[in-house]
């Protein structure tokens, strides 16, 4: 019997040859035909059920099923106006789910062990988050414990000062780390003393809230109007919204919940420079004003972003980290906030290097700002746009997320339905012309974080760097 040959592997004489993936690809009648991507649109929309109950709470439940499971988001927005407020509501994602007036934090989590279920909640300054799942039969008991969480809330002294004490440690050791300082500079630079810069709170706030003022922060903040509960997994989408109803009828406010304040438009300039004393690596982060997801000329953008670092394929990442070896690691993403968006480009590179890095960086904003795509790139970053879409809903969690995100900026299910078909469309044109709108380099403001008695002779040679 002939020994048996591995994929892409020829034997002789004891040798073993492997093929290249240009040999892989390639057939004797030419190159080797590649599947097609599934038709943007047809496949069927899960089947949804939405409501806004009496309290004013928006419900959506999608029938997903596949794993005997029921994914749960709830979206409360949680705009606040003083650094105080971001203190307070960090202390309360931390403790609001540590116990009721009628269950101990060892009774909420031994009722949501039972059904296969847990609760999570974190806050950011757009929203407060409560996250969880629980199996299919098991969600009257996690609507049940959420809210009892909601409407009665233990916050108590012992558990509020225990994570208080722990918060404040994080944040301490958090704020010696350079990408969060990298963060906290961008942030200032683009939005001032606006709440939404606000990512993490300063711990010398935290470490004076107490536990009346995070329950009072509830009372007036932990809201069902305005509110999203998106509900998905193996469940009756009717059923799920009459379990709801009925669960959270006691949930009420005499005022909806307060969105963040629209931040302030984000306008190019120069960038400014901090001083690391000593540090072996320098941290960039680059910020333009972007499109948000609802506006017409969204998926031109995206696509273009995805052509200049919104992926592994991308220009940026082919320029410092393939070709120059600048970076381990860069890319740039979209960000939103009610009203506003931002195309924000991050990198760390080392000290020696980091003017060069941010050279490149910005000489592959000005190419694709000036010069159209290639066909073949836009339908790259198409293929990626449609793929990581069809991935990230794939799942009964990823398809809450998402859905619970949309919520958070007024879009839904029917947005995220029809947003393949919008892709499909966009044209190479549309491309360059919101690379040429939107990335060019003079739109850019941020911040380069690092050693300037190294870096600052670089940074000032290329201009258009405030270095103190």
Same mark, same amino acid.
């Given at each position: ?10 034997? #002789? ?66 705009? @606040? ?24 934090? $060892? ?86 003393? #606006? ?63 307060? $969105? ?61 980290? $393939? ?11 979209? $960000? ?23 050279? %490149? ?57 029809? #947003? ?9 044109? %549309? ?26 002779? @670089? ?10």
């Amino acid at each position: 019997m002939s020994p048996r040959r591995g994929p892409g592997r020829d034997r #002789h004489e004891g040798r073993v040859e492997t093929r290249t993936a240009e040999q892989i690809g390639h057939t004797a009648t030419g190159p080797r035909a590649l599947p097609g991507l599934t038709a943007p649109g047809r496949k069927r929309s899960p089947r949804t059920s939405t409501a806004i109950l009496d309290n004013g709470l928006s419900v959506v439940a999608v029938r997903k099923p596949g794993t005997p499971l029921v994914e749960l988001r709830l979206r409360v927005p949680f705009g @606040g106006r003083t650094p105080t407020h971001s203190a307070r509501a960090e202390l309360l994602a931390a403790t609001v789910l540590l116990g009721t007036g009628r269950r101990s934090r $060892e009774k909420v989590d031994a009722d949501l062990a039972a059904v296969g279920g847990h609760l999570d909640a974190g806050v950011d300054p757009q929203r407060l988050l409560v996250s969880g799942s629980a199996l299919s039969h098991g969600l009257p008991t996690l609507l049940d414990v959420l809210a009892d969480a909601l409407t009665d809330p233990a916050y108590r002294r012992r558990d509020v000062h225990g994570e208080r004490d722990r918060l404040v440690e994080h944040l301490a050791i958090s704020a010696a780390q350079p990408a969060v300082v990298a963060r906290m500079h961008l942030q200032r630079t683009r939005f001032g003393d #606006h709440p939404a810069g606000w990512d993490l709170p300063e711990a010398g706030l935290v470490a004076g809230v107490g536990a009346a003022a995070v329950r009072g922060l509830h009372r007036r903040a932990v809201v069902p109007a305005g509110s999203t509960l998106v509900l998905v997994g193996d469940l009756s989408p009717a059923k799920a919204l009459d379990l709801a109803a009925t669960a959270l009828a006691g949930w009420q406010g005499d005022r909806p919940a307060v $969105e963040l304040q629209t931040p302030p438009a984000i306008v190019g300039g120069p960038l400014l420079a901090f001083d690391r004393a000593g540090s072996v690596q320098s941290q960039v982060r680059l910020s333009a004003a972007g499109r948000s997801r609802g506006d017409a000329g969204y998926p031109a953008l995206q696509l273009a972003n995805l052509i200049y670092g919104g992926y592994f394929s991308s220009r940026l990442v082919e320029n410092i980290r $393939e070709d120059k070896g600048y970076t381990y690691s860069a890319g740039s993403n979209a $960000e939103f906030w009610p009203g506003a968006a931002a195309i924000t480009v991050s990198f760390d590179t080392t000290t020696a290097s980091t003017a060069a890095a941010l050279l %490149e960086a910005r000489y592959e904003l000005g190419r694709l700002a000036l010069t159209p795509p290639a066909p073949a790139e836009v339908e790259s970053a198409r293929n990626y746009a449609l793929g990581t879409l069809a991935t990230s809903l794939a799942t009964q969690a990823g398809y809450a997320s998402t859905l619970s995100a949309l919520a958070g900026v007024g879009l839904d299910g029917e947005w995220l339905r029809s #947003h393949p078909l919008r892709l499909a469309e966009v044209t190479v044109d %549309e491309v360059a012309a919101a690379a040429a709108e939107v990335l060019a380099p003079a739109r850019f403001t941020g911040v380069v974080v690092g050693d300037l008695a190294s870096v600052a002779g @670089g940074l000032t040679a290329l201009g258009d760097v405030t270095v103190p």
